[in-house]
């Protein structure tokens, strides 16, 4: 073993007390990285499977599925919804049991569940978050003015730009609705996510540990008073908007920063204990600066705590995606090609793989980075994302192209951490392989190779939802949403101490 592999430089207690921890790769104490190039499936990971047979198909019309986003309610249901390219969105999902919220929806002339009729095409921004105190969820999509002809969704008088213009044919309008956990609409009506912002992309939303919900989202192609470089420095500005528990609007819309020198992009929102974190790309690179991840604190109404910045200092690692469960802490997730000199395996250097990171809610990284991905054949890895449970743990999912031996076609593989960001399984493949069989031959029907993989977890259980090309019935080719569910085997989160490699 390398002497660097045997170094112990701190413990991470129990506590999540903040530790000062150097810029390198982490196992469980007493543990070297573990590389492991043959991704087992779930069922062999050792996880426990709610929806029995496999995958449950959701959506299946011969347009595309895209964008599912999913969350898993307090009755235990979860809870997906996407964009069908046919013109509409979509809600469906599985109980607690894993059966089928709605039948499979079929109907490829659909009408959209915000927006009541069908507009003919959308945009790909979709939100679909858990309420925590209610149990219900909200479901939000981007759409462009002129589609909207027809449905009850208005864009407020107040929504207008420095040049006059409140109608955004170019990224659209956000609207959302709320609905209850038997998956009915309690707002009758979409609710525009702005007050006065207009074309909408790259954002989040969370609920928060009051009721309330914050929607972040990026506005493109539009000139605002405060932004003072619009547009030689950028179009792009990061917006805050927060919501009562009914829908209305608890404060005025509000810009994340108040440095609007260059561009802010890719908002990403995790809900604390008693407030929330934003994350988001500070831009200035069309200003003549530098590009950095930055971070802010706010309180549950919107009140900045604290300001920090989420870039790695010593390594440049910028974040790909970040959650939060309404506890004290929040992860990171980052791609990147694996550095040389920090205390990887040999075989490990250079090889695309996806770490992981867990802060305080003071914006502090209370962990070193995480190896989450196991191999070093040269795969690739891509789409990846991360959701913490309330108690801590976290799940990572990520598009892998060399896990699955049997079609050699793209899949979804995962691998579940506890609060600490110690693991409690290997990486392991979220779906059987072959992920479905034909009727007819009893053989593969040709390989998932998913689109848009994303999970959601609460402390008892975890959801994977994505679109796979492989459901029998319509041929390989456009994707159809589906949805897998386990028990949480993070769910005993007890913190283990640390050695660093």
């Known amino acids: 073993m390398k002497i660097a592999q045997k170094i112990f430089v701190g413990l991470f207690v129990a506590c999540m007390s903040i530790v000062l921890v150097p810029q390198v790769y982490s196992q469980p104490f007493g543990e070297e990285i573990t590389v492991l190039n043959d991704t ?42 996407w964009v069908n390219r046919g013109g509409s969105h979509h809600v469906n999902g599985v109980d607690a049991s894993g059966n089928i919220i709605f039948p499979t929806i079929t109907d490829d002339a659909g009408i959209d569940v915000i927006v009541d009729v069908n507009t003919g095409s959308n945009t790909n921004w979709t939100l679909d978050k858990a309420d925590r105190v209610q149990g219900g969820f909200l479901v939000a999509a981007t759409w462009q003015f002129g589609t909207l002809t027809g449905s009850s969704a208005v864009v407020p008088s107040t929504v207008i730009d420095d040049w006059g213009i409140r109608e955004d044919d170019g990224q659209g ?10 998956f009915q609409a309690t707002t009758p009506d979409p609710i525009s996510i702005s007050q006065f912002s207009a074309g909408h992309r790259e954002w989040d939303c969370c609920w928060l540990s009051d009721g309330k ?16 470089d619009f547009p030689d420095g950028g179009q792009d500005i990061g917006l805050i908007n927060i919501f009562n528990s009914d829908g209305t609007r608890f404060k005025d819309e509000f810009f994340v920063s108040d440095d609007l020198t260059g ?30 991840n930055k971070g802010v604190i706010f309180d549950n109404d919107g009140n900045k705590v604290k300001d920090f910045v989420a870039t790695d200092e010593a390594t440049g690692i910028n974040v790909n995606w970040m959650d939060a469960g309404g506890g004290n802490t929040f992860v990171t997730v980052h791609n990147v090609s694996g550095p040389a000199d920090v205390g990887l395996p040999d075989s490990m250097v250079g090889q695309a793989m996806i ?5 305080n809610d003071q914006g502090e990284p209370i962990t070193p980075f995480i190896a989450v991905t196991q191999h070093d054949d040269r795969r690739s890895v891509s789409r990846e994302r991360c959701a913490m449970a309330a108690n801590g743990s976290f799940v990572i999912t990520w598009h892998d192209g060399l896990a699955d031996l049997i079609d050699m076609t793209q899949s979804v593989v995962a691998r579940v951490f506890k609060v600490d960001g110690t693991p409690v399984t290997d990486a392991f493949v979220a779906h059987p392989l072959p992920e479905f069989l034909d009727p007819d031959t009893g053989e593969s029907s040709g390989g998932g190779d998913p689109g848009e993989a994303i999970p959601a977890i609460t402390n008892d259980r975890l959801s994977i939802a994505w679109g796979s090309r492989a459901v029998p019935g319509k041929g390989y080719g456009t994707r159809d949403a589906v949805v897998m569910s386990f028990t949480n085997p993070a769910e005993d989160t007890a913190s283990e101490s640390w050695s660093l490699y």
């Open 213 to 228: 919900f914050v929607i972040a989202t990026v506005a493109r192609g539009h000139p605002y008073a405060a932004d003072p």
């Open 355 to 359: 770490l992981a990171r867990v802060w």
């Open 173 to 182: 309008h956000g609207f959302f609705k709320l609905f209850d956990d038997q």
């Open 40 to 81: 087992p499936t779930f069922d062999v990971a050792g996880l426990e499977v709610i929806t029995a047979d496999g995958p449950v198909v959701l959506g299946q019309t011969i347009n595309e599925d895209r964008e599912p986003k999913i969350s898993i309610l307090n009755n235990g249901s979860t809870s997906v919804f």
């Open 263 to 292: 561009q802010q992009n890719d908002m990403r929102l995790g809900a604390l204990a008693n407030g929330f974190v934003c994350i988001y790309m500070d831009n200035k690179s069309s200003a003549g600066g530098a590009s950095s």
